[in-house]
C-alpha cells in the first residue's frame, strides 16, 4: 500500500466515531425502539389484497417519517402498485463506503385468522418458555422486525455522534409477498440514484439461536411442465392395452432416466459450471453438527437420497437438484376406473448453483425427453420461469468484515452458508444496479413466517441492532 494512502486511511480511522457509545444507546434505548417497532407491525400492510392498498401507503409514510427523524432524505416514490420508500444519508466524507439496505414493509395475509393465539395486528412480548421472550404479531420477523434492526442502528450512531459511519441508502418495498411485479422497472428507472459499493439484504435466518450466519449463495431455479399425449382418447386397457402407448408409463419411464444410481443427475451438460465447494467451507460446515438423522429425523425419513459422497447441507446449499413437483394423467378420482389415459404432465423443477446457465439447461432437459419419445407420440413444454444462482466468493472482504463484525456480538462465531432457495432481489441488484448482496438475518426456522403465531426473538431483536451497528462500524473501515 502506498505510504500516502496508509497514512490517509490511519488518519480516517482516528476520524471514526467509536463503536461503544453506539452499543451502550442500543441497550439503554431497546425498550423505545420496541415501541417504534409495534407501531409498524401494527399498520395491516398486506401487499396481496387490493382491500389494504392504504394500510401499504400508510406503512411507507410511517417509514419515511421515521428516517427523517434521524436525518435521512426520505421521500415515498409511487409505483404502479404499492410505493417504495428511498432515503439518503451522507457519510463521513464524499468518499466514504455506500452501502444500499434492503426490506421490505408488507406482510403476508393472516388467514386462518381462528388459528391465532393473539391478534395478529396486536403485537406484544411475551415469554413462551423460561428466559425466552418473543416479539408477537405479524411481520414481526419478515421483514418488519428485520429491517428496524438496521433502522434502529442508524439512530444510534446518530444520536451519538451526529453521523454514520459511511453513506447510506435505503431501499422499502411493499410487494415482496405479492411478486414484487414494481420492483424491476423501478430499478432500471432509477438505477444511477440506487447505485452503492454493495446491497445489504436482511430476509435470511440465523444458523441457530447462538450462531450468527452470512448466505454466500443462492440457488437458482428452472420450472417446466411437461406434457406427453399419445392416442386420441382415453382409452379402455382391456381393449387397447398392450397394443397402445401408454404416456404415463413413457413418461414415468423418462422421469425416472433423469436421475442414476448415485443420484446424480444424467442430462447430458447439466453440470456445466458447476463448481466444487473449496475445501475449508466445506469443513466448516462440517462443525456446524447436521448429520442425516437431525436433518431428516423431524421430517420422518433418516436416510439421504440425493448424490452419494455429499453432506446434507452441502447438497442443500451447493448442488444442484431436480425435482418432481407432481404428476397428473388418467383417472385420479375415487375407486378405480381402467383407462389408459389419453396424455400425462409433469411438473419439475431445476435447483442451479454456481455459473449454470437457466437457458441450457431448460433446453438439455426438452432434448432429453425428445430422444427418449417414442413413435405415436407428442410432447409440449409449459415453462415456469428460470433465474440463475447467485455465489459470492468466500473470501470477499466485505464478507470477510461482516463475518468478524458478527462473531464478536454473538456467543458462537459466525459461519458462511448457503441458501436452498432463491431471493429473486439479489439477482436484481446483480442484474440492474451492478451489485453484490451481503445476505444478514436474524431470524430463526421456528419464526412461523406466513403462518399463524407468528413471533421474532426479542433476543434477536436486540442484538441485531447491535450486530448491524458492528457491521457498519466495520464496512466503513
Not at 408477537?136 to 429491517?147: F, H
Request: with cysteine; aromatic share 8%; proline share 7%.
Amino acid at each position: 500500500m502506498p505510504a500516502r494512502l496508509a497514512a490517509r486511511l490511519k488518519e480516517y480511522r482516528k476520524e471514526m466515531p467509536a463503536l461503544s457509545p453506539v452499543l451502550d444507546h442500543i441497550d439503554t434505548h431497546l425498550d423505545d425502539s420496541l415501541e417504534r417497532l409495534f407501531a409498524l407491525l401494527r399498520i395491516q400492510s398486506i401487499s396481496t389484497d387490493p382491500d389494504y392498498a392504504a394500510e401499504c401507503r400508510k406503512a411507507a409514510e410511517w417509514l419515511v417519517a421515521e428516517l427523517k427523524t434521524i436525518g435521512f432524505d426520505a421521500s415515498v416514490r409511487d409505483t404502479s402498485g404499492h410505493p417504495m420508500v428511498v432515503a439518503h444519508h451522507a457519510g463521513p466524507s464524499a468518499d466514504s463506503p455506500h452501502v444500499l439496505f434492503y426490506g421490505h414493509y408488507d406482510v403476508q395475509p393472516v388467514d386462518p385468522i381462528e388459528l391465532w393465539d393473539n391478534p395478529p395486528f396486536d403485537p406484544a412480548v411475551r415469554e413462551i418458555e423460561p428466559g425466552r421472550k418473543v416479539i408477537t404479531g405479524r411481520g414481526s420477523s419478515d421483514d418488519k422486525g428485520q429491517l428496524m434492526l438496521f433502522v434502529e442502528a442508524c439512530r444510534a450512531f446518530k444520536a451519538e455522534h451526529g453521523q454514520l459511519p459511511c453513506r447510506v441508502t435505503i431501499l422499502f418495498e411493499g410487494e415482496e409477498e405479492s411478486g414484487s411485479p414494481s420492483l424491476k422497472p423501478f430499478l432500471e428507472a432509477n438505477r444511477e440514484e440506487l447505485k452503492a459499493d454493495f446491497a445489504l439484504v436482511c430476509d435470511t435466518d440465523m444458523f441457530d439461536a447462538q450462531t450468527p450466519s452470512i448466505c454466500a449463495s443462492l440457488r437458482g431455479l428452472v420450472g417446466v411442465e411437461v406434457t406427453v399425449k399419445a392416442a386420441s382418447r382415453d382409452l379402455h386397457s382391456g381393449m387397447y392395452g398392450g397394443p397402445a402407448a401408454n404416456p404415463i408409463r413413457i413418461l414415468a419411464g423418462i422421469l425416472a432416466d433423469i436421475h442414476d444410481e448415485n443420484g446424480q443427475v444424467t442430462i447430458p451438460g447439466f453440470y456445466d459450471g458447476v463448481e466444487e465447494t473449496p475445501s475449508q467451507v466445506l469443513q466448516s460446515w462440517q462443525t456446524l453438527g447436521v448429520t442425516p438423522e437431525s436433518f431428516l429425523g423431524p421430517i420422518g425419513l433418516s436416510v439421504p437420497a440425493g448424490e452419494k459422497g455429499r453432506s446434507v447441507l452441502e447438497m442443500v446449499w451447493a448442488r444442484p437438484t431436480a425435482e418432481f413437483n407432481g404428476i397428473t394423467g388418467g383417472y385420479t378420482g375415487k375407486g378405480f376406473k381402467t383407462v389408459i389415459a389419453a396424455e400425462v404432465s409433469a411438473k419439475i423443477s431445476f435447483r442451479l448453483v454456481h455459473k449454470q446457465d437457466p437457458a441450457k439447461i431448460a433446453e438439455a432437459f426438452q432434448k432429453f425427453v425428445r430422444d427418449r419419445l417414442p413413435a405415436d407420440c407428442a410432447v409440449e413444454f409449459h415453462p415456469h420461469g428460470g433465474s440463475p444462482a447467485i455465489q459470492l466468493s468466500y473470501d470477499a472482504p466485505f464478507l470477510t468484515s461482516a463475518k468478524q463484525a458478527l462473531s464478536e456480538e454473538w456467543p458462537k462465531p459466525a459461519v458462511t452458508i448457503g441458501g436452498g432457495g432463491s431471493i429473486p432481489i439479489v439477482g436484481d441488484f446483480r442484474t440492474y444496479l451492478g451489485m453484490e448482496s451481503l445476505l444478514v438475518g436474524f431470524a430463526l426456522s421456528d419464526d412461523r413466517i406466513h403462518s399463524p403465531n407468528e413471533k421474532y426473538e426479542l433476543n434477536s431483536f436486540h442484538r441485531g441492532q447491535r450486530s448491524w451497528a458492528r457491521i457498519l462500524d466495520a464496512l466503513s473501515r
